[in-house]
């Protein structure tokens, strides 16, 4: 099966520091289409989404190997991505 070209994108855009966080991600490539390519179901995926400190660090490589790029900007990406989230439940 073919890679869906977004990736390449998304390659692009963390490369070049426009994407910070990792629902960034997202905004490009589909949450179903990155959980198909996981072979994850997208309730669970949408859960990891939620709760970003839920990820592993498989799961991180995964996504970093789909996307093509180094192992530390996605778990970076998921970490930005956790300190947003937890600064906006603390806001509430």
Request: charged share 30%.
């Amino acid at each position: 099966m073919a890679k869906d070209k977004r990736y390449n994108t998304v390659k692009n855009l963390i490369t070049a520091g426009y994407i910070k966080s990792f629902s960034e991600i997202l905004d490009t490539v589909p949450k179903t289409v990155v959980a198909h390519d996981l072979g994850m179901h997208h309730q669970t995926f949408t859960k990891l989404i939620k709760y970003p400190e839920r990820f592993n660090f498989k799961d991180a490589i995964r996504i970093a190997s789909l996307i093509e790029v180094e192992d530390k900007h996605i778990i970076d990406l998921i970490y930005n991505q956790y300190t947003i989230d937890k600064k906006r439940k603390k806001s509430k």
